[in-house]
């Protein structure tokens, strides 16, 4: 066997994918079995994590790391939470109150993907997360920089973008999704 093969490999792996033979890994560089000389290419990988970053109006802020989809609602004494869609678990206070923000109001659902790059002539494989905001049918709407959400709608996040939920109202909610590389 001679055809490249992309195996996305991770850096615990080390061993030929055709006959399991020990090799020797190099970052990025095509790597040949010494035993079969099969030739596959070794990415070592990057982590992008994703966080709603709440402003809890201007005393501080509270960080939430994405890891699956979640609802931005609000319990009966008015508290933002964060919880799951299919079970009722709350996952996280943020200490916001609020009773312009409806129950759900907004939804991030979160895809997980994975991407090679080239950096300096070695490739890389990149995993991070795919988001989008949509707005939950909320009372008060849901803006993306600026942009009004219609009911439903949904808008893929980029890095730095900023939310507001009920943004016409006293007690709006702030959030900035953010990205950045792991560790
Ligand atoms: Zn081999």
Redesign the pocket.
């Known amino acids: 066997m001679s055809a490249l093969r992309d195996t996305g490999l991770f850096k615990r792996d080390v061993y030929?994918?055709?006959?399991?033979?020990e090799?020797k890994i190099q970052d990025g560089v095509e790597q040949v079995?010494?035993?079969?000389?099969?030739r596959y290419s070794y990415y070592p990988e990057k982590r992008i994590v994703s966080q709603l970053v709440f402003d809890r109006h201007n005393l501080d802020s509270f960080v939430y790391e994405l890891n699956e989809t979640i609802v931005i609602g609000r319990d009966s004494q008015g508290f933002v939470n964060l919880h799951y869609e299919d079970f009722d678990s709350i996952r996280e206070y943020p200490n916001i109150r609020t009773h312009n923000i409806s129950d759900p109001h907004a939804r991030v659902r979160v895809e997980k993907v994975s991407m090679s790059r080239e950096v300096n002539g070695s490739k890389e494989l990149i995993t991070k997360l795919k988001c989008s905001l949509e707005d939950a049918l909320s009372k008060n709407g849901t803006c993306v920089n600026d942009q009004k959400l219609r009911a439903k709608e949904t808008r893929e996040l980029k890095n730095n973008d900023t939310i507001i939920l009920a943004p016409n109202c006293d007690r709006y909610v702030k959030i900035t999704y953010k990205e950045k590389f792991a560790g």
């Open positions: 030929c994918p055709e006959c399991g033979a090799i079995c010494s035993s079969c000389s099969t």
